[in-house]
C-alpha cells in the first residue's frame, strides 16, 4: 500500500437507523483509502449501502441516520465536524452528482442560476465572473450552446443535458473530489455512453479523484483504478479494479460480474441471475451475509462472519471463508 | 400579460352562466317580493309588480335583467325601495372588502411563517404545540370564535368594542378580522408545514446541500418557492371561505357589509338584491382564482411552459 | 380484522376522540331523562338564570325560561342525527357517481368528475341563499344544501379509487369472465372500496355538522322553537352580554363533537387509506 497521505480515508464507518421500525444498519465496518486523482468504484445490488456510504462522506446522510467511525478528508475528520464546516467542504472542495438528474435539479431555477450560486456561495464573485465561470464550465461538460442554457429551466433540456448539467454543477468550483451516485442509471443507454465517456476526459484534465456508485461492474470497470463490493451493508471484495474484474475472489463479485451486462455478452443467451435476495433492512445474520445464497456456503459461513482480508499482493481483500481460487 | 388579458376575458361566459343559473334559481318558484304584505291592496300590488317589470314574461325579464347589467345596473331592491342595488352594494363592498381582505393578508402573514416555522422546528416542542393549535383553529368556525371573541374582549376585558363600524376604524376590525382569519390562518400554517415538508424530501434539496449552499438559501430559495405552489392553490377556496365567514361576521359584529340585507333578501325574495348581491360575490371569486393561477405561473416556470403551448 | 384494529389501542387521539363521541351521544340521549324540564317549557319564575342547580337549571334558561340543559342536549341530537343522515345520503350519492365514473373512465368519467369540479368551486353559501328564495326555509332546503356539497369529496375518492382498482387483475379477471358490469361493481369492486369510504364517511360527519350550525346560525337553518346547535348559538350571541351562558355552552358541545369526530377520522385515515396522503 502506498504511503502517500490518502485525500479520502475512510475507516471502520457504519451507518444505522436506530428509529426505524425495525433499526435498520445499513452499513457496518467499511473501510477505504482514495488517493488524489485516483477513481473507485462502489459496487453492490440496491440496498448494499453503496448510496448510504457515497452520502455519508460528505455528511448528506437523512435525517435520523447515525454514522459512526471515521471519515478523513485531506486528513481532517468529517464526523461530527461543524455544519459550518461540512458546507464550507460540500461543493468547493467535494463535488456530488446525485442519481436521477431529472430530480437533482431544482424545477423553478434557470440553469445559470444553479450553476453560479455554488461559486457565489464559496467564492466572492460578481454575476459577471459567475457568469463567465458557468459558461465555461458548460463547454467543458460539452453541452451544446451553453450561452442559452444559462437561461433555461431544467425541465427545457433533454435527460442527458440534465446530467451534462450536474456534473458542470457538481465541478464548477473545481473539488478534488467527486462523489457520483449511479450518474447514468436513470439514463437511456446511448447517453449513458456519452456520460461515461464524459466523465473519462473529465477525469485525466481536472485529476479529480471520483467516488463512483454503480450496480453495474461493468461500468464501474471502464472508469475506475479501484473497486470496492458491497453486500447486505459490508465490504465483501475491494482491489485493482483489473484484478477484481478478471479474476473476482468472492462467491458474489463472481455472481455480480457473469450477471453484469456486457456488450460482448453473446446475443440469445439469458444473462445469468443471482437466486434469492439480499437479507431484509434490520435482519442481522450471524454468519456471512451472503451465505444464505452462495454456491460454495458451509456450516461455518453461517455461523462465522468471514474478516475482509488480504489474499494476494496488489492490495485485494475478501470477505470469505473459502474464497475463489485464483484463476 | 396577453395571457392574463385573455384569461380575464374567459371569465365572462362563466359569469353568463352563473348569472343565468341564478336568475332561473331565485325565479323557479312560485311568488313574489310582494305577496307576504298582506297589508297591500291588489291594484297597488299589480302597479308594484308592473313598476318592477314582474308581469311581463320571464323571458323577457330575463333579457331586460342581462341587459342592464351590461351596463353594471342590477336594478332597484324589491324590499328596501328606498334603495338600488347598486347603492345597496356600494354601502357594503367596501366594508366586505375591508375586513375579507385584511383577514386573508393576517392569514397568509402569520400562517406562512407559522408553517415554515413549524417544518423547521420539525417534531420538537414548537411544531407539537403548533399542529395542535392549528387542529383547534380549523375544528372552530368563525361564527363560534366571533362572539367567544366579542364576549372575551368586549364584554369581559372591555379592551375592544363589541360590535359597530364607526367609519372603519381599527379598534372596531380588529375582533372581526381575527374571527374570521383563524381557521384559514390555521389551514394555511398546516398547509405550508405539509408542503414545505414535502418539497425539504426532495431530491434537488439534497443537491442544494451538497453544493454547500446555506441553509437560509436553501430554505428561502430552493425549499420555498416551490412549496407555497399548493399554498397559492389554496387561497381560491380560502377566500371563498373568508367570503361565506364574513356572512356570520358581520351579523355578529353588526357591520354594514354585503352580508347585509342578504338573508333576509332571501327569505323575502328580493330578486334583484339577492341576484346582485350573489354575482358580485361570484365575481369577486373568479377574479381571485385568476390572480392566484397568474401567481402560479410567476412562481412554476413549467406552468408557464404548458400555458404558451 | 383483529391486525387492522390493533393501532386503536395505540392511536391516543382517536381513542379519546371515540370515547368523547360515545359520551356526548349517551349524555345527549339519556340526559334530557334526568331533567325535569322539557325541551319547550317556559319557567316564568325564572327567566334568564344562570346555570345552577336552583331547580335543576344546570345550564341555565333562556330569554324566555326554557331549560338550556335539556334544550342544548336536543341541538346535540339533531346535530348528530343530521350529520348521520346527511352523510349517509351524501355516501350514497357520492360511492355510487365515483364508482360509475371511476369504474367506466374514458370522457364518462371526464364529465362526471367536472361536474364535482365545478360544484367544488361554487361558494356554496351562496347557492344555499340561492335555493332558500326559491323553496323557503324548510328541512328540505336544508338537506338539499348540505347534500349538494357533501357528496363531493366522496365522489373524488371513489372514483381515484375504483380507477386503480379496475386496473388490478381480480377484476380483470371478472370481466374477462363475461360477469355484468352491474355484478362486477356490487361483489368486487365495492367491498374493496369498504376502507376510503369508511374514513372519508367519518370525516364527512363534523362538516356536515358545522355547515348545519352554520346555516342554523344565519337563521337559514333549524328554525325555532325546535333547537340546534346553531340557532342556539345564533340566540347565545345576541344575549352574550346578559347571559354568556347561553352562547358558552352549545359552543363547547359543537367543538367538543367536531374535534372528536375530527380525531377519529384521522386515525382511521392514517391506517385505513391506502391512498398516502
Known amino acids: 500500500m502506498s504511503a502517500e497521505a490518502p485525500l479520502l480515508a475512510v475507516l471502520g464507518v457504519g451507518v444505522s437507523f436506530p428509529g426505524a421500525r425495525p433499526p435498520v444498519r445499513a452499513l457496518a465496518d467499511v473501510e477505504l483509502r482514495l488517493l488524489a486523482g485516483r477513481s473507485l468504484g462502489l459496487v453492490g445490488e440496491s440496498g448494499a449501502g453503496k448510496s448510504q456510504l457515497a452520502l455519508a462522506i460528505p455528511g448528506l446522510s437523512a435525517p435520523g441516520a447515525v454514522v459512526e467511525g471515521s471519515i478523513r478528508f485531506c486528513g481532517e475528520e468529517l464526523i461530527n465536524a461543524s455544519p459550518a464546516r461540512l458546507r464550507a467542504l460540500r461543493g468547493r472542495h467535494i463535488g456530488f452528482i446525485a442519481q436521477d438528474p431529472q430530480a437533482a435539479l431544482a424545477p423553478h431555477l434557470k440553469v445559470g442560476t444553479q450553476l453560479t450560486e455554488t461559486l457565489r456561495s464559496h467564492h466572492a464573485l460578481d454575476a459577471r465572473a459567475a457568469r463567465a465561470a458557468a459558461l465555461q464550465m458548460l463547454e467543458r461538460v460539452q453541452v451544446p450552446a451553453p450561452a442559452a442554457r444559462l437561461g433555461q429551466y431544467p425541465h427545457e433540456l433533454s435527460g442527458g443535458l440534465r446530467q451534462r448539467v450536474s456534473i458542470a454543477i457538481a465541478l464548477i468550483a473545481s473539488p478534488s473530489l467527486l462523489i457520483a451516485d449511479e450518474p447514468t442509471t436513470a439514463l437511456d443507454v446511448t447517453v449513458e455512453a456519452g456520460i461515461r465517456a464524459l466523465f473519462l476526459k473529465l477525469r485525466q484534465e481536472l485529476k479529480l479523484a471520483l467516488v463512483l456508485v454503480s450496480h453495474d461492474l461493468a461500468v464501474v470497470g471502464g472508469l475506475c483504478d479501484e473497486i470496492l463490493v458491497l453486500y447486505a451493508g459490508r465490504v465483501v471484495e475491494s482491489g485493482p479494479a483489473a484484478a477484481v474484474l478478471k479474476d473476482p475472489r468472492h462467491h458474489y463479485t463472481a455472481a455480480l460480474a457473469a450477471a453484469s451486462a456486457t456488450l460482448e455478452a453473446p446475443l440469445g443467451l439469458p444473462l445469468a441471475t443471482i437466486a434469492g435476495s439480499q437479507p431484509a433492512p434490520g435482519v442481522e445474520l450471524a454468519g456471512c451475509a451472503f451465505a444464505p445464497r452462495c454456491p460454495a456456503a458451509a456450516a461455518r459461513c453461517h455461523a462465522e462472519r468471514p474478516p475482509l482480508a488480504s489474499v494476494a499482493a496488489g492490495g485485494a481483500r475478501v470477505a470469505c471463508h473459502f474464497p475463489r481460487a485464483s484463476a | 400579460m396577453s395571457y392574463a388579458l385573455r384569461r380575464l376575458l374567459g371569465l365572462v361566459p362563466t359569469l353568463f352562466i352563473i348569472v343565468s343559473l341564478a336568475f332561473v334559481l331565485v325565479r323557479l318558484a312560485p311568488g313574489g317580493p310582494f305577496d307576504q304584505e298582506q297589508t297591500l291592496a291588489p291594484e297597488i300590488k299589480a302597479n308594484l309588480e308592473r313598476a318592477y317589470g314582474l308581469d311581463r314574461p320571464l323571458g323577457e325579464q330575463y333579457l331586460r335583467y342581462l341587459g342592464r347589467l351590461a351596463h353594471g345596473d342590477l336594478g332597484p331592491s324589491m324590499r328596501l325601495r328606498d334603495f338600488t342595488v347598486n347603492e345597496l352594494i356600494a354601502i357594503g363592498l367596501p366594508v366586505s372588502l375591508t375586513i375579507g381582505g385584511l383577514a386573508l393578508a393576517l392569514s397568509l402573514l402569520i400562517g406562512l411563517p407559522l408553517g415554515l416555522g413549524a417544518a423547521l422546528a420539525r417534531r420538537r416542542g414548537l411544531d407539537r404545540l403548533l399542529m395542535a393549535t392549528t387542529a383547534l383553529g380549523i375544528a372552530i368556525p368563525p361564527y363560534v370564535t366571533a362572539p367567544l371573541l366579542a364576549l372575551v374582549f368586549g364584554i369581559y376585558l372591555r379592551w375592544l368594542p363589541v360590535a359597530g363600524w364607526e367609519g372603519g376604524q381599527l379598534r372596531d376590525l380588529v375582533l372581526p378580522v381575527v374571527a374570521l382569519a383563524l381557521p384559514t390562518l390555521a389551514y394555511l400554517a398546516r398547509l405550508t408545514r405539509a408542503s414545505v415538508l414535502e418539497v425539504a424530501g426532495l431530491p434537488f434539496v439534497r443537491a442544494a446541500r451538497a453544493k454547500g449552499l446555506s441553509e437560509a438559501r436553501i430554505v428561502l430559495v430552493h425549499v420555498l418557492p416551490p412549496a407555497l405552489g399548493p399554498v397559492l392553490a389554496y387561497l381560491g377556496p380560502a377566500a371563498a371561505g373568508i367570503l361565506a365567514g364574513s356572512l356570520v361576521i358581520e351579523t355578529v359584529f353588526g357591520l354594514p357589509g354585503m352580508g347585509r340585507f342578504l338573508v333576509e333578501g332571501a327569505l323575502n325574495r328580493d330578486y334583484t338584491l339577492v341576484l346582485g348581491k350573489v354575482i358580485v360575490y361570484a365575481t369577486l371569486v373568479l377574479l381571485l382564482n385568476l390572480l392566484v393561477d397568474l401567481l402560479r405561473a410567476l412562481l412554476d416556470p413549467r406552468i408557464r411552459a404548458r400555458r404558451r403551448a | ?277
Not at chain 3, 319557567?43 to 334568564?48: F, M
Not at chain 3, 336536543?74 to 348528530?80: D, I, K, P, Y
Not at chain 3, 372519508?200 to 355547515?211: F, R
Open chain 3, 1 to 277: 380484522m383483529r391486525r387492522r384494529w390493533h393501532w386503536f389501542e395505540r392511536d391516543l387521539a382517536a381513542r379519546a376522540g371515540l370515547v368523547a363521541l360515545a359520551s356526548i351521544a349517551l349524555l345527549a340521549l339519556a340526559g334530557p331523562l334526568a331533567s325535569p324540564w322539557r325541551v319547550d317549557e317556559l319557567d316564568w319564575a325564572r327567566i334568564g338564570v344562570a346555570p345552577g342547580l336552583e331547580a335543576a337549571h344546570w345550564f341555565g334558561t333562556d330569554r324566555l325560561g326554557r331549560d338550556l340543559f335539556v334544550r342544548t342536549l336536543a341541538g346535540v341530537r339533531v346535530s348528530l342525527a343530521i350529520g348521520l343522515l346527511a352523510t349517509l345520503v351524501s355516501l350514497l350519492i357520492g360511492v355510487a357517481w365515483g364508482a360509475i365514473a371511476g369504474y367506466a373512465g374514458g370522457r364518462l368519467e371526464g364529465a362526471m368528475m367536472r361536474v364535482v369540479d365545478v360544484f367544488y368551486s361554487l361558494p356554496y353559501v351562496f347557492f344555499v341563499i340561492l335555493l332558500t328564495v326559491t323553496l323557503g326555509r324548510s328541512p328540505a332546503t336544508l338537506f338539499i344544501s348540505i347534500g349538494a356539497v357533501g357528496w363531493l369529496t366522496m365522489a373524488r375518492v371513489v372514483c381515484a379509487q375504483t380507477e386503480s382498482l379496475r386496473h388490478k387483475e381480480f377484476i380483470e379477471a371478472a370481466v374477462a369472465a363475461g360477469l355484468p358490469v352491474r355484478r362486477i361493481l356490487v361483489r368486487h369492486v365495492l367491498p374493496n372500496l369498504a376502507g376510503p369510504v369508511l374514513v372519508y364517511a367519518t370525516l364527512t360527519v363534523p362538516g356536515v355538522i358545522l355547515i348545519e350550525s352554520f346555516l342554523s346560525f344565519l337563521g337559514l337553518g333549524v328554525q325555532e322553537p325546535a333547537a340546534s346547535l346553531g340557532n342556539l348559538m345564533a340566540q347565545g350571541t345576541a344575549e352574550m352580554e346578559s347571559a354568556p351562558w347561553m352562547l358558552l355552552a352549545p359552543c363547547a358541545f359543537l367543538v367538543a363533537i367536531v374535534l372528536a369526530l375530527g380525531f377519529v377520522g384521522d386515525g382511521l385515515r392514517d391506517h385505513l387509506d391506502p391512498r398516502e396522503r
